[in-house]
């Protein structure tokens, strides 16, 4: 077992665009608690971290931004092209990101911890885990998911690929591989088969899909449903699952007026990215919000609702619910992209404890990352902080 009493931990790493997130996040789903060592790499020489000063002593002010900020493009390109930078930088960061991963696991509530890295077989890390997960993918499909994903070309794809060490190295020293080849249901059924394997009390089998015309393109399942009709019951709010992705591509479809056209298969794939909570009457889904957490910061980007529900105990149920898988995760801030039509409503986010803020005002430079990432051209922006203690402050 690992160095954590009562926690079996996941080592996850392969190339470039051979999905580890996506692997990590399904993992998330089944249950993990999960970690990207390489964000919290990041966060380690953020302004007001303890890795901050170190970098700039190594390498320069030259790297600092005039907001203060050390630029990341700066200072990748000179570890990228000097062979001795790079392991002083690693000095540096490691030992921050392990002190860092210790304090996230140690408070996480789950069993299983998932910690991502892409050098986790070079570093002090592999040594915690009790199991390496390898994700392997054909070289072309890397470079499909690198130029249509990254807009890079193909000799810019290839040479990031090439640049890093053989996948075959990687494989070789791997407990659990996964193949992905692009298709997420194929992907689905790897993880959850390698879930099951090593994970004791999970030979449960996932129940079958529901039936929500799922051979069918979501809009035409909107087009026949039109006209909705009420159900009955009490508003209750429950884990999405790729089972019901026909229901939530046909819920998106039709309350977003087209604007986003879903089927049962781009819902699966977004399973890959975020989850969702879907609000429900009487077996019928009648609200859902999307949402993640990335870097220890909560994302809610879709939020649809029926016309004749309470919208502002809708909104209290699925914020809620949300934000309790969040404190599960130890998300530190909540951030909320609403439509103009949901935004206009001030009164039950105000009720919530959120407020209306733009990314340069939310004091920590992951927050600011995660909500400008997110939404660059400037939408509606709805900020709560979840937590006070942080990890990664200075030491």
């Known amino acids: 077992m690992s160095n954590w009493h009562g926690k ?19 993992l998330e789903h089944l249950g993990a608690y999960t970690l990207d060592a390489d964000a919290l790499a990041h966060r380690a020489y953020a302004r007001g971290a303890p890795g901050y000063q170190p970098v700039i002593d190594a390498f320069g002010r030259w790297l600092v931004n005039k907001d203060g900020e050390i630029n990341r493009s700066k200072l990748g390109n ?30 996480s509530i789950q069993p299983v911890v998932v910690i991502e890295a892409i050098k986790l077989l070079e570093g002090d890390l592999r040594n915690v885990c009790d199991s390496i997960w390898v994700t392997n993918a054909p070289e072309e499909v890397q470079v499909e998911r690198l130029m249509r994903k990254r807009g890079m070309n193909r000799e810019q794809a ?21 193949t992905n080849t692009g298709s997420y249901d194929d992907l689905w059924r790897q993880v959850n088969a390698a879930w099951k ?6 030979n449960t089998p996932e129940p079958e899909p529901e039936s929500v015309a799922t051979d069918q393109p979501a809009v035409f399942v909107a087009a026949q449903q039109a006209t909705p009709i009420q159900p009955e019951g009490e508003l209750s709010v429950k884990r999405g699952k790729p089972k019901n992705s026909a229901a939530i591509a046909e819920l998106i479809t039709r309350l977003s007026k087209r604007a986003r056209v879903m089927t049962a ?4 794939e977004q399973f890959g990215e975020k989850a969702y909570m879907l609000l ?5 889904i009648v609200g859902l919000a999307g949402w993640q957490v990335e ?13 004749y529900i309470n919208r502002q105990k809708a909104l209290e149920m699925l914020i809620n619910e949300v934000e309790c898988a969040s404190a599960d995760l130890q998300s530190e801030a909540s951030l909320i992209f609403p439509t103009n039509e949901l935004a206009a409503q001030e009164s039950p986010w105000a009720a919530l404890g959120y407020e209306k803020r733009t990314p340069e005002t939310l004091g920590v430079q992951a927050w600011q990352d995660s909500a400008t990432e997110l939404d660059p051209a400037g939408g509606i922006l709805l900020f709560k902080q979840l937590r006070q203690d942080r990890v990664l402050r200075p030491i």
């Open 265 to 268: 298969d781009d819902v699966m």
């Open 158 to 178: 290839l040479g990031r690929i090439h640049i890093q060490s053989a996948q075959s190295a990687k494989v070789a020293l791997a407990n659990i591989v996964i």
């Open 295 to 307: 870097n220890l910061v909560t994302r809610t980007t879709d939020i649809f609702l029926e016309d």
């Open 8 to 26: 079996f931990v996941i080592g996850l790493t392969g190339n470039i665009a051979t999905g580890k997130s996506v692997v990590r996040r399904m």
């Open 78 to 107: 000179l570890v990228f092209n000097n062979p001795e930078a790079m392991p002083q930088l690693e000095a540096i960061v490691h030992p921050l990101v392990r002190q860092a991963a210790e304090i996230l696991i140690k408070r």
């Open 197 to 202: 394997e090593i994970i004791p009390g999970t």
């Open 280 to 284: 429900d009457i009487g077996g019928k």
